[in-house]
């Protein structure tokens, strides 16, 4: 699998001189499969760019939505190939009471949208995930529910014997420290054990979390130890805080690979997920 991401900022969009580096586009990845197969991982306003990468489509896309929170779903309106009538689209979701395409369509629709989901000229589909794996192309899909506010899913693709877990929106620690957690009372635990990558939330400083416990989002010690535990070969530290500027991510940068070194861990194996990034998997 080859990995691109196209947005890696959380909460809001943070564009400017301070937030270059890093990238100030909201959550997006692009999995590349083995078969050419395209899953995107969630429609921040990242995905905008990677539309015009796609376009005109050659292939099946596949987007995979963890939650319909706003910076998750705000780019779907500038996604080019939706307004391609030979696009084929589907667009998977969590579970809810009502279809997913009619809460999309709360965003996608007047006053706060030009354009109605029913006029996109692709006609996407959007599916609930089915539970708990299914096939898309060459790859396995796992997906699970996990800590967040509302229903957030998390997931694991796997494509031959490499896998990516992807919980860019997680809060694995809310409510009981991870040291006094067997391992599977951890959420996201499941799909994150020996993933050859994983992508996991890291907005806060730890004194940051303290004051924003609850919102669904994890501080830096936290996420060191969920991917530690986990087992993965290689996380990338994700869903940057919108106030902070690269230099700000590049202390939290060293700061995390001081932790995983005198944590025996390998310091190549731990990073900061930066937009415009590859990583082959």
């Not at 969630?42 to 015009?52: E, F, K, N, Q, S």
């Not at 967040?148 to 809310?174: M, V, W």
Request: glycine share 10%; charged share 20%.
């Amino acid at each position: 699998m080859k990995l691109t991401l196209w947005g890696t900022r959380g909460s809001v969009p943070a564009p400017g001189a301070g937030t270059a580096r890093y990238g100030g586009n909201t959550s997006c990845a692009q999995v590349t499969l083995s078969d050419g197969t395209t899953i995107v991982l969630d429609a921040g306003t990242g995905i905008r760019a990677l539309g015009l990468a796609l376009d005109p489509p050659t292939a099946p896309i596949h987007i995979l939505l963890t939650h319909l929170h706003l910076d998750h779903i705000q780019g779907l309106l500038f996604f080019a190939p939706f307004f391609r009538t030979e696009a084929e689209v589907t667009v998977w979701g969590p579970p809810s009471r009502g279809s997913l395409e009619r809460l999309i369509g709360r965003y996608l629709s007047a006053p706060l949208s030009p354009v109605e989901v029913r006029e996109l000229p692709s006609r996407p589909a959007f599916l609930a995930c089915p539970a708990p794996e299914w096939e898309i192309g060459s790859a396995v899909v796992s997906a699970q529910l996990v800590v967040h506010r509302g229903p957030t899913l998390g997931y694991r693709i796997t494509d031959g014997d490499s896998s990516l877990c992807y919980l860019p929106d997680h809060e694995p620690a809310l409510g009981a420290q991870l040291d006094g957690l067997e391992d599977e009372w951890i959420s996201g635990f499941a799909l994150a054990e020996h993933a050859s990558a994983l992508i996991h939330d890291c907005q806060y400083w730890d004194d940051e979390y303290a004051v924003h416990r609850g919102w669904g989002h994890t501080g830096l010690t936290d996420a060191l130890r969920f991917a530690s535990r986990s087992g993965a070969e290689r996380t990338l530290l994700f869903h940057h805080d919108p106030l902070h500027t690269d230099s700000e991510l590049d202390r939290l940068a060293e700061r995390a690979g001081d932790w995983w070194q005198a944590h025996g861990g390998d310091p190549d194996a731990i990073g900061m997920a930066i937009e415009g990034s590859e990583l082959q998997i």
